[in-house]
């Protein structure tokens, strides 16, 4: 494992939307890789040269565990330690950008594959390994995944958790909110209607709404959160600007219907008839039950491996909501610190993989 990991941080995969090239080598390596083990595998286009991974053993009838890694990474600027492709070993640990988001969790879901490819008859059911495309960005490739219609028992989605269960994270509902004005030249201002000031009253609302979410009934992972990220208006210094808007990223718990939240945010401005809400992207709050019984085995999984700490949730969003939407038993497991990621040494310890190999052979096997 620790040389495919090294091998699998050596290839580049930055998500376009963060200035990188994108998957696809990474995607030909896989391919080529679970090819070789005389295995169904399919490359499913996302996008053009963005491929999901699938491979699937055992039993095409009966439902699969589906073990899921995101192939793409964040950009490496300010990268800090060397090159961030050229993975280092120090101290029992693997630095190198997606070390630990999440190229640990592909090379042990593909470690564990490759095991039960050559070893089908201790497969308690069968299995799917795939490697996604965009999770960073829009989880594209997870939702697209499931357009394969394979027959799911549940479904592992890869990310660090210190080989803990997470069966519950938030979603988002994100949006933008676009003011219109009336240009003017700004040595006459009372020509116009300047859209930036217009905003003004929108934020304030946004901050009322903002401050009404923060005193809601909290969920097990704190409760319903909105930030504004970005705001552009304005063609220069001497127009007034005909327009503004802003970005809006509002999180999402167990329980909320993303419809009514966008409903209830285009009701919040109806009186003003120069915004419109225009929304984005709306990703359902991931919950799977304590007392699913795929939960229940993978924390049995867990405790005969060690210690059980019981289950987990997460602020933080993953693939597993494309899985959870779609009715399947959905956790996020897997090798690593979630505070690694993303960081500029971002860093995994060996051992987290070697743990996490024998809870998943534990789970997949007849015994």
């Known amino acids: 494992m620790k040389d495919l990991l ?134 594209s490739g997870a939702y697209k995944l499931m357009g394969l219609d394979w027959p799911l028992y549940g479904a592992i989605a890869g990310e660090p958790t210190l080989c803990r269960i997470i069966n519950q994270h938030k979603g988002c509902v994100r949006f933008a909110i676009e003011v219109a004005g009336l240009a003017a030249h700004s040595s006459s201002p009372e020509l116009g209607e300047n859209a930036i000031s217009r905003m003004g009253e929108v934020i304030r609302r946004m901050d009322a709404y903002r401050d009404s979410l923060e005193s809601s009934v909290s969920s097990k992972m704190g409760g319903p959160t909105v930030s504004i990220g970005t705001i552009r208006g304005g063609a220069g210094i001497n127009i007034v600007p005909d327009s503004c808007r802003i970005e809006v990223d509002r999180r999402t718990v167990p329980g909320e219907k993303p419809e009514e939240i966008l409903a209830s945010l285009i009701s919040m401005f109806s009186d003003l008839p120069w915004v419109k809400v225009v929304p984005d992207l709306v990703r359902p709050a991931m919950a799977t039950s304590e007392e699913d019984g795929f939960c229940q085995e993978l924390a049995e999984a867990i405790q005969s491996h060690g210690t059980f700490r019981g289950f987990e949730s997460a602020r933080y969003m993953t693939n597993a909501v494309a899985y959870s939407d779609k009715g399947i038993s959905s956790l996020v497991f897997g090798p690593g610190d979630i505070s690694k990621a993303h960081m500029n040494d971002e860093f995994v310890e060996f051992q987290e993989l070697e743990n996490a190999k024998a809870i998943l052979i534990k789970l997949l096997s007849q015994s």
């Open 6 to 139: 090294k091998k699998l941080i050596s290839i580049p995969s930055v998500n376009p939307s963060m200035g990188g090239t994108g998957e696809a080598a990474l995607s030909t390596f896989l391919f080529d890789r679970l090819s070789a083990l005389g295995v169904e595998v399919i490359r499913q286009e996302v996008f053009p040269g963005r491929d999901n991974i699938a491979a699937r053993i055992g039993a095409k009838s009966e439902p699969a565990i589906l073990l899921e890694a995101h192939m793409d990474t964040v950009a490496v600027d300010s990268w800090a330690k060397g090159d961030p492709f050229f993975p280092q070993e120090e101290d029992g640990r693997i630095y190198g950008r997606g070390s630990c988001d999440t190229k640990a969790s592909m090379a042990v879901f593909l470690s564990c594959f490759e095991y039960f490819a050559a070893n089908v008859e201790q497969l308690k059911r069968p299995l799917v390994f795939a490697a996604t495309v965009d999770e960073e960005e829009r989880q």
